[in-house]
């Protein structure tokens, strides 16, 4: 029920900011609920509230201005997180004949990054957005598998339509792969263990076995790492580097 007490001077100075701003006299989409209950309880009807600033209503109460067509659209890609289809806007085919393009041409006017492709009528942002959603609420750490973003409502299929390889297509939403994920881990698990025993003792007494022990990692995986700085003895200076660099950054 509204409150018949309620002053309605903010509504007065919204009606006053949408006539400078935009350029036209408000019409009844412009008003919330509340809003248009109070003026309708105060002045008995929208157009008899228009009439006492002295504007005539264009085209009676159901007249939609192009610009609530265009903030309508932007309002819902904000929603969605991607470009819209236009079933997903009830006033679709009003916006496509009033600005007389098709929907892609709306989404360019709204000001919309969508990109599309003959072969497809799913946005490549829709099927980045909706990837990097899954992931983020998977809680994984990396891009799942083809089956499980399928049966996660992910457009698989327009992935190889938008993006040469999937090694293309993680890279460009910034999601790593399980084998990628898996060592990165492994290289952070030695680096812990590494960083302990120069803790502990001098880069000499330092040798393979004991990185694999402390590391529990598998001599392939320890020397993979190794191998990679030229051998246990610069790997070891690697370490012993990044951990000051660590520790002073701290």
């Known amino acids: 029920m509204v409150n018949r007490t309620k002053d309605l001077t903010a509504v007065i100075e919204k009606y006053n900011r949408i006539k400078k701003e935009k350029g036209r006299v408000p019409v009844v989409l412009d008003f ?10 105060r002045y008995g009807s929208f157009l008899q509230f228009c009439t006492s600033f002295g504007d005539k209503v ?6 939609i201005p192009d610009d609530i067509f265009i903030t309508e659209i932007q309002e ?3 929603h969605l997180g991607y470009p819209p289809h236009s079933v997903q806007y009830k006033r ?3 916006a496509i004949r009033r600005f007389n393009t098709d929907w892609k041409g709306l989404l360019k006017i709204a000001g919309i990054p ?8 799913v946005s490549k942002e ?17 891009l799942p598998s083809w ?10 299929s327009s992935i190889y339509v938008y993006w040469d390889s999937m090694s293309d297509f993680r890279q460009d939403i910034g999601v790593l792969s399980r084998n990628d994920y898996i060592w990165i881990s492994r290289k952070k698990q030695l680096y812990k263990a590494t960083a302990s025993l120069l803790g502990q003792l001098e880069p000499e007494r330092i040798t393979v076995p004991m990185l694999i022990e402390e590391s529990q990692l598998t001599y392939k995986s320890v020397m993979h790492f190794v191998n990679q700085s030229g051998g246990l003895k610069h790997y070891l200076a690697d370490i012993k580097t990044q951990a000051i660099d660590d520790k002073d950054n701290i």
């Open 58 to 63: 264009p085209h009676g109460n159901v007249w």
């Open 92 to 94: 679709a085919t009003s």
């Open 126 to 142: 829709e099927v980045a957005y909706k990837t990097k959603e899954l992931v983020h609420k998977s809680g994984s750490n990396y």
């Open 32 to 41: 919330s609920q509340e809003e248009k209950s109070l003026i309708k309880l």
């Open 114 to 121: 969508a990109t599309f492709s003959p072969r497809s009528n």
């Open 76 to 78: 819902l890609y904000q």
């Open 147 to 156: 089956n499980r973003l399928k049966k996660g409502g992910i457009p698989v």
